[in-house]
């Protein structure tokens, strides 16, 4: 069984971050933990995750501190961190994902060979606040 984290930077992402930590443990393959790098929240972002993680508890959260340098540092930061899981996935803070997004990355890396570095990219559904009137992000045809 394939293993996965998933990274995910935050800064005053609270407002958003329940549908989409939702979506995280609604996928058909779950990953086993969630690093957060908080990159300073003056909102209630850290309560957030807590409260999530006490009600998903199959889902280790660790949440550390970020370098406040804003969201590229915040994410470089995360990727320098030790993680044992086989897959990595990386999160913004304000989106949600559909339940296979993990699987189908997974299935497609399989195909890869075992010796080699691999990169999965998705795109994305552009919605409105309340996730209705979604359409296909811009991408290759």
């Not at 407002?15 to 930590?21: D, E, K, S």
């Amino acid at each position: 069984m394939t293993s996965v984290s998933i990274l995910m930077a935050t800064w005053n992402g609270a407002a958003r971050l329940v549908p989409q930590l939702d979506s995280f443990a609604g996928q058909d393959l779950p990953p086993v933990q969630l690093i957060v790098s908080d990159d300073g929240s003056t909102d209630a972002t850290r309560q957030v995750l807590t409260d999530w993680a006490a009600r998903h508890p199959a889902i280790a959260l660790r949440l550390m501190d970020g370098p406040k340098a804003g969201a590229a540092q915040n994410f470089l930061s995360l990727l320098r961190q030790p993680v044992e899981t086989d897959l990595w996935a990386i999160s913004d803070q304000d989106d949600v994902w559909l339940p296979e997004k993990l699987r189908v990355a997974a299935e497609a890396l399989a195909l890869g060979r075992a010796d080699q570095p691999a990169l999965y990219c998705g795109r994305s559904f552009e919605v409105n606040e309340d996730l209705t009137g979604h359409r296909l992000s811009r991408g290759a045809p």
